[in-house]
């Protein structure tokens, strides 16, 4: 979640107009900051919970590993005031992703204690802790469920297609490995369905990564599946 609250939603309104304080709020709550270098972990799957962190600029990628050894990427974030661990402190469990600094990076320190301590006192600033977390719910639940139902040609075409319609709050990965784990998949799997989206004519390969080569007929491809 971002401290600025989302721009949809059912409490947007309120949200809007409370944002400064809830800024206020978070930080009445900090204990320091700190850097972290490129590569190194904010937050490390299965470790408890130690402090909330604050990214106020800055590119992270998350992702999990399965206890087979297989890795899933949700994606590289460009961070804006985003906000993480929030999930275990309300869960109170060990932390669920690995989250990694991709540039080096200033982070501050927001202290559990005091963050539970002020919540209990102002109770209205919940509303900006479910709403962000109700949207990430559902933007996540919409990425598993595509990996999970759609093979992985649709699911490559359908990423290129929304990151070119929208700004998309997670991106993709330069390297094929990582993109292969974003989408739940082992590289050579990753590049079988590549070739075969080229050879259809749909994608290719541009100096910036892989680009749409026709757009009425990736959206056709994309039909079938329905």
């Not at 900006?128 to 559902?138: C, E, K, N």
């Amino acid at each position: 979640m971002r401290i600025k609250p989302y721009a949809n939603g059912r409490f947007s309104d309120l949200l809007q107009q409370k944002s400064a304080a809830f800024r206020q709020f978070i930080y009445q709550c900090q204990v320091g900051s700190r850097y972290f270098g490129a590569g190194e972990a904010i937050l490390t799957q299965g470790e408890p919970l130690h402090y909330i962190y604050v990214v106020p600029a800055g590119r992270v990628s998350m992702s999990i590993l399965a206890a087979n050894g297989r890795r899933f990427q949700l994606g590289e974030a460009n961070c804006d005031d985003h906000i993480f661990g929030e999930m275990e402190f309300f869960t109170q469990t060990p932390c669920q992703w690995n989250v990694v600094a991709d540039e080096h990076m200033q982070v501050d320190i927001i202290c559990l204690k005091k963050l539970a301590e002020l919540l209990q006192q102002q109770p209205e600033m919940l509303f900006f802790f479910a709403s962000a977390l109700a949207d990430d719910y559902q933007d996540s639940l919409d990425i598993y469920t595509s990996r999970l139902l759609h093979p992985i040609t649709y699911n490559i075409a359908y990423d290129l297609l929304m990151q070119q319609k929208t700004s998309p709050s997670l991106t993709g990965f330069d390297k094929v490995n990582q993109e292969a784990e974003r989408f739940g998949t082992s590289g050579r799997v990753y590049r079988r369905a590549v070739k075969t989206l080229m050879e259809k004519e749909l994608i290719r390969k541009g100096e910036q990564g892989l680009e749409i080569v026709d757009e009425q007929a990736l959206r056709i491809f994309l039909d079938t599946y329905e």
